[in-house]
């Protein structure tokens, strides 16, 4: 089945102990990207990835890291979490960046930073 | 950068009704836009997408509008179902530079579908 999985599905960690969210998809898409979810805000673009060892900074970068070292894979890091960063986070992918290529999005994890 | 309005952000109809969600963007370089519905505990998953030079789209018992002067554009259900009730979420798509293109999404409208 073609999809997006995330791991874990739920988190809570403690301020400044550092994490990370696997993100993998099997449909050979070379755009990949994380969001974070809040209320009354939408969908907000984390970082992007149009290639493997290519990323770049979305429109709240701030406090994660990416990267994209295989085609299918890419982990959502927090060096050092606080609990702003408390959300609920997809990871999407999509076959190419032109126009018209909708978007696969995994199930969501939700993190809690206490 | 663009601006994704979205309204109303919450919305009840009876079952059989019709149901339509509203957005307006800001950049007039935007040239797609889908629509993500989002169902409890589940991802946004995209129902229907319309392209810059069409201006409705249609795809059983949903629809799309696009109206590019005025930078609005809008979804309707019809004849709507209780498992229609979930978030739907619009956005707009332009390139960037660098290549690839940016989808801006709107703030969500949780839609119920009252028996």
């Known amino acids: 089945e073609a999809q997006v999985t995330q791991n874990p599905r739920y988190l809570i960690t403690v301020t400044g102990k550092k994490l990370t969210v696997t993100c993998s998809q099997n449909m050979n898409h070379e755009y990949m990207s994380w969001y974070r979810q809040d209320p009354g805000l939408g969908l907000r673009q984390i970082y992007y990835?149009?290639?493997?060892?290519?990323?770049d900074k979305g429109d709240v970068p701030e406090g994660y890291k990416v990267s994209r070292k295989e085609k299918r894979n890419f982990p959502l890091i927090l060096e050092s979490p606080s609990p702003n960063q408390t959300s609920l986070y997809f990871c999407a992918s999509s076959r190419g960046t032109g126009v018209g290529y909708g978007y696969t999005f995994g199930s969501g994890t939700r993190l809690t930073v206490v | 950068g663009e601006n994704v309005e979205q309204h109303p952000s919450t919305l009840s109809v009876q079952e059989g009704d019709s149901a339509v969600i509203k957005c307006t963007y800001s950049d007039s370089a935007s040239n797609y836009f889908p629509w993500y519905k989002q169902e409890l505990g589940k991802g946004p998953q995209l129902i229907i997408d319309i392209r810059s030079n069409v201006g409705e789209k249609k795809d059983q018992r949903i629809a799309v509008t696009l109206n590019k002067t005025a930078k609005h554009f809008s979804l309707h259900i019809t004849e709507t179902q209780p498992e229609d009730s979930a978030v739907y979420f619009c956005?707009?798509?332009?390139?960037?530079?660098?290549?690839?293109?940016?989808?801006?999404f709107g703030t969500g409208t949780q839609l119920k579908v009252e028996l």
């Open positions: 990835s149009m290639n493997v060892e290519v990323t």
């Open positions: 956005a707009a798509s332009r390139a960037i530079t660098g290549g690839g293109n940016k989808l801006t």
